[in-house]
């Protein structure tokens, strides 16, 4: 799993454990939920790092990306982070085990490597 399926999974993986699941199934991904948590952090750390060190500070002390060469050096490392590996093992969910579960199809499409039919 990388950075980047983590993160676009992790919405619609909350949106999940909101609703009735089987107790097996809420478990299995809470405590994924939980055990990925310290990887979401330390990525929303070094991507606010990049921005500012990439960006000019604003008044309202937001960071700004001011040129192209700024804006394409921020999507290219951000881009190499999403690639990174994860040493986690990711719950394996069952469509049976999803009925009634609302989703998006943009969020299906974010899931789609950790469902089976």
Same mark, same amino acid.
């Given at each position: 799993?990388?950075?980047? %399926? =983590?993160?676009?999974?992790?919405?619609? !993986?909350?949106?999940? !454990?909101?609703?009735? =699941?089987? @107790?097996?199934?809420? $478990?299995? @991904?809470?405590? $994924?939920?939980?055990?990925? %948590?310290?990887? !979401?952090?330390?990525?929303?750390?070094?991507? @606010?790092?990049?921005? %500012?060190?990439?960006?000019?500070e604003q008044p309202d002390g937001t960071y700004k990306l001011e040129s192209m060469e700024t804006r394409q050096q921020f999507t290219d490392d951000l881009n190499g982070l999403m690639e990174e590996q994860l040493d986690c093992e990711p719950p394996t969910l069952k469509l049976d085990d999803l009925n009634g579960v609302q989703l998006t199809p943009t969020e299906c499409s974010a899931l789609v490597w950790l469902i089976e039919e």
């Open positions: 799993m990388t950075v980047g %399926q =983590l993160i676009a999974a992790t919405e619609p !993986l909350k949106k999940i !454990l909101e609703c009735s =699941l089987p @107790v097996k199934t809420a $478990f299995r @991904v809470g405590k $994924f939920i939980n055990d990925v %948590q310290p990887s !979401l952090t330390a990525y929303e750390e070094a991507r @606010v790092k990049l921005v %500012q060190s990439l960006g000019t």
